[in-house]
């Protein structure tokens, strides 16, 4: 079963920095691609980062453009865990963070599983 508890949301003033973690447990972590999305009142889930399954491509990235240049997505396959770098934070980015692992094969989405979600205020 899969489980994946995201930690490390919070209040910040615009400007400000805040690092998100996502344990995850229950899946082979290295094979699957890890994302962050986010979410708020009234509009859809959005891409935020990912990180595609170091298994097969090595290190490739993908951002929204909203946040290129602040925002830099991690992992570490040894603790299980994705990190979300969040610099030169804005009022627009306040939402709510979710965790997001993909299994794909051939480009194609085999298993997916999300956390519970973390919520992040940027605000003066």
């Known amino acids: 079963q899969a489980h994946l508890a995201e930690s490390g949301g919070g209040l910040v003033q615009p400007g400000g920095s805040l690092r998100l973690s996502c344990a995850v447990s229950?899946?082979?972590?290295?094979?699957?691609?890890m994302g962050w999305y986010r979410q708020t009142p009234g509009k859809q889930r959005e891409l935020v980062a990912e990180l595609v399954a170091a298994i097969t491509s090595g290190s490739n990235t993908n951002y929204a453009e909203a946040v290129k240049g602040r925002l830099t997505i991690s992992r570490d396959n040894a603790k299980n865990t994705v990190y979300l770098q969040m610099n030169s934070l804005k009022p627009e980015d306040t939402a709510v963070y979710y965790c997001?692992?993909?299994?794909?094969?051939?480009?194609?989405?085999?298993?997916?599983?999300w956390g519970q979600g973390t919520q992040v205020t940027v605000s003066s």
């Open positions: 997001n692992a993909q299994l794909m094969r051939n480009g194609v989405k085999i298993y997916e599983y």
């Open positions: 229950g899946i082979t972590f290295s094979m699957y691609t």
